[in-house]
């Protein structure tokens, strides 16, 4: 019965989602949000109509789920622009993932020591897992019709990419904490690191072309329209994970990867057909996922933490990226809004789950960090849920207000 639960209610909130449309992007809320507040709601907590054990005891589904999800999601961002736009924001993009990350992740390790006392390699692994940006709940922001009217193109395109690649290339930092917090020595972590990163990167670009090839020969015998072609992205990521798995390579990296590649052989008209499947994933396929991870939300170990686990999820949002950001603002060509706004929204969601999950997968549960990383990852997905559409128009009158500025001066001189 708890299957049939889940499904039912998935289905009834996916339909909800599709008859408000694009109205939900004017709203302040999301996707994530509304399905993380139905499954509080249907969940142990209260209805008790989805009883699941709580994330801290049982994190095998869930690393699956963000698995499957992050890949669809690092695809249809490698898609979501032509080859050429990304190029373009090939240096910024670099800057935020090999700075801006690593200094993320060792603020929320600083912070998660100072708020919970917890020791280097327990710290470590929460800045892993909770600096890259995720690009679940930053779609909410950058994709949709608002997004298009009140955000620049070069700053939606800053996000999403860098929100695919630092998914697959913050491995490297998990590895890393690892090794900090477990038996695993530092230089075997560089080893599977680079191994993990060039493997990754040679699977995306061979499937990639493969994949592009095959879907312009289709098109040349006339077998591919829109329909199969939407698919196939799909299938094509999820292919890309398992080899991925198989061989022991970063499948998110990939993926991603594979995205850039087949975006580049494959041609203009069939990359923008591939949009709706971003669409389709931010809309409907995250809501299932957050549904589960509503109902499994572990409150009895958020107690544990005290006052010191919500001071800790305030910290990070407040203090993890901002700063970064504004200190990163002149080599990444950003005015003061867009940095703040940039800075504001780098949401922490389905990756850090992910990585979370792996890091209990190699070392064992543990649960100060697992319980610190779920309260975060909520605190994140209800905060930015509330602010993207306010944040929108925050930055689009802030903008409007400098250019009102600029115009004023010259005439007055």
């Keep these: 019965m708890t299957i049939d639960v889940f499904l039912l209610v998935g289905g009834l909130l996916g339909i909800g989602v599709a008859a408000l449309s694009g109205r939900l992007r004017r709203l302040p809320i999301s996707e994530p949000l509304i399905g993380l507040l139905v499954g509080i709601v249907i969940g142990p907590a209260v209805l008790d109509l989805l009883p699941v054990a709580p994330m801290t005891e049982d994190q095998t589904w869930l690393h699956t ?9 690092v695809m249809a961002v490698a898609l979501r622009y032509p080859f050429g736009d990304v190029r373009s924001r090939l240096r910024p993009v670099l800057l935020l993932v090999a700075v801006a990350m690593p200094a993320m992740a060792v603020i929320t390790a600083g912070l ?42 070069r700053n939606r395109q800053i996000l999403s990419l860098e929100s695919g690649a630092n998914d697959g290339l913050a491995l490297p930092l998990v590895l890393v904490a690892v090794a900090l917090a477990g ?10 690191s680079l191994w993990q990163v060039a493997g990754a990167v040679a699977v995306g670009v061979a499937f990639g072309w493969l994949g592009g090839r095959a879907l312009r020969a289709g098109e040349e015998h006339g ?14 990521a999820f292919a890309v994970l398992g080899l991925s798995g198989i061989v022991k390579v970063d499948g998110v990296l990939a993926v991603f990867v594979c995205g850039l590649a087949f975006n580049l052989v494959a041609t203009g008209s069939e990359r923008t057909t591939d949009a709706p499947i971003d669409e389709a994933i931010n809309r409907f396929l995250v809501i299932p996922l957050f549904i589960a991870v509503g109902a499994a939300l572990p409150w009895a170990a958020w107690a544990d933490l005290g006052w010191q686990g919500p001071a800790l999820a305030v910290a990070v949002l407040l203090l993890r990226r901002i700063p970064v950001l504004l200190l990163l603002r002149r080599p990444l060509q950003l005015g003061l809004p867009d940095a703040l706004h940039l800075g504001w929204f780098g949401p922490i969601g389905v990756s850090a789950l992910f990585y979370l999950t792996m890091e209990a997968d190699r070392l064992g549960a543990d649960p100060t960090v697992l319980a ?8 994140s997905t209800v905060v ?30």
């Design 65 to 73: 789920a963000s698995r499957l999800l992050l890949a669809i999601s």
């Design 183 to 192: 038996p695993m020595s530092t230089g075997a972590a560089v080893l599977e």
């Design 223 to 236: 077998s591919t329209d829109h329909g199969p072609l939407a698919l196939f992205t799909v299938v094509l």
């Design 384 to 413: 930015h849920g509330i602010t993207a559409s306010p944040g929108r128009e925050l930055y689009r009158r802030a903008v409007d207000r400098r250019e009102d500025q600029r115009q004023e001066t010259p005439a007055q001189s």
């Design 112 to 153: 998660s020591a100072a708020f919970l006392g917890v020791g280097l390699g327990a710290a470590a692994l929460l800045g892993a897992a909770l600096c890259p940006t995720d690009p679940v709940l930053a779609s909410n922001v950058v994709t949709g019709a608002p997004a298009e009217e009140d955000l620049p193109a």
């Design 372 to 379: 610190a990383g779920t309260l975060v990852v909520a605190a």
